[in-house]
């Protein structure tokens, strides 16, 4: 039997469940918990596959899960695929990539400046380069010099020809828009077990974005 957000036991009974919704409704983005409805765990929505955990209906305000009560980013994932506005060619990227980081900001208890997808509408490399500066405390020269400084090897660079040593320089494949959305998503990813890369993501979301026009 569906039942609507609000009157699922697990919903209103574990906190962290509210805390998630409150993150991603910063900026007032999701619908009311009231209009959204959960489908029950069985049967599964036709034709979905054994691997699929969760799935969303955004025009109709409908998700399901297979689990009840799914795990956090599971619930996170299919949230974010509720806020309207976002980049249709990103639309995965959106729930996939930031879902961990809405749960880390949920288990501190940290109300976003902004919400948590604006981080993709950050297209410069050189505000986020400042913005590792001022966290980190050290004066990176750039991407490359700061990956390396961590070990990570971002799909966007690669080694460097002509150098003595292992250095890495950026791929000219990749624009600047797409080297930002990678760059936050290593940060998404990392920022469970390094702190710098989420006060990182938090900074990036202290930044005058315009008003949403997000409806």
Same mark, same amino acid.
């Given at each position: 039997?569906?039942?609507?957000?609000?009157?699922?036991?697990?919903?209103?009974?574990?906190?962290?469940? +509210? +805390?998630?919704?409150?993150?991603?409704?910063?900026?007032?983005?999701?619908?009311?918990?009231?209009?959204?409805?959960?489908?029950?765990?069985?049967?599964?929505?036709? @034709?979905?596959?054994?691997?699929?955990?969760?799935?969303?209906?955004?025009?109709?305000?409908?998700?399901?899960? +297979?689990?009840?009560?799914?795990?956090?980013?599971?619930?996170?994932?299919?949230?974010?695929?509720?806020?309207?506005?976002?980049?249709?060619?990103?639309?995965?990227?959106?729930?996939?990539?930031?879902?961990?980081?809405?749960?880390?900001?949920?288990?501190?208890?940290?109300?976003?400046?902004?919400?948590?997808?604006?981080?993709?509408?950050?297209? &410069?490399?050189?505000?986020?380069?400042?913005?590792? +500066?001022?966290?980190?405390?050290?004066?990176?020269?750039?991407?490359? #010099?700061?990956?390396?400084?961590?070990?990570?090897?971002?799909?966007?660079?690669?080694?460097?020809? @002509?150098?003595? @040593?292992?250095?890495?320089?950026? #791929?000219?494949?990749?624009?600047?828009?797409?080297?930002?959305?990678?760059?936050? &998503?290593?940060?998404?990813? @990392?920022?469970?077990?390094?702190?710098?890369?989420?006060?990182?993501?938090?900074?990036?979301?202290?930044?005058?974005?315009?008003? &949403?026009?997000?409806?």
């Amino acid at each position: 039997m569906k039942m609507r957000l609000c009157e699922i036991d697990w919903f209103n009974e574990d906190p962290m469940y +509210r +805390r998630i919704y409150d993150v991603l409704n910063t900026e007032n983005m999701l619908p009311n918990p009231c209009d959204i409805t959960v489908l029950p765990p069985e049967p599964p929505p036709p @034709g979905t596959r054994p691997s699929v955990y969760g799935m969303c209906w955004p025009f109709e305000k409908t998700i399901w899960f +297979r689990a009840w009560p799914p795990p956090y980013t599971d619930f996170a994932h299919e949230l974010i695929h509720l806020i309207p506005g976002k980049d249709v060619e990103l639309e995965e990227i959106y729930a996939y990539n930031l879902s961990t980081f809405v749960v880390v900001l949920a288990e501190k208890g940290v109300k976003p400046p902004a919400n948590p997808v604006r981080l993709f509408d950050i297209h &410069s490399i050189n505000t986020i380069m400042d913005t590792i +500066r001022e966290v980190y405390k050290y004066p990176f020269k750039d991407l490359a #010099d700061f990956f390396m400084w961590i070990g990570v090897i971002p799909s966007f660079l690669k080694p460097k020809a @002509g150098v003595d @040593g292992f250095a890495l320089e950026p #791929d000219p494949a990749y624009n600047e828009k797409t080297i930002a959305l990678i760059t936050i &998503s290593e940060f998404a990813a @990392g920022c469970e077990y390094d702190e710098l890369q989420f006060r990182v993501l938090l900074k990036l979301l202290d930044a005058p974005f315009p008003s &949403s026009q997000r409806a």
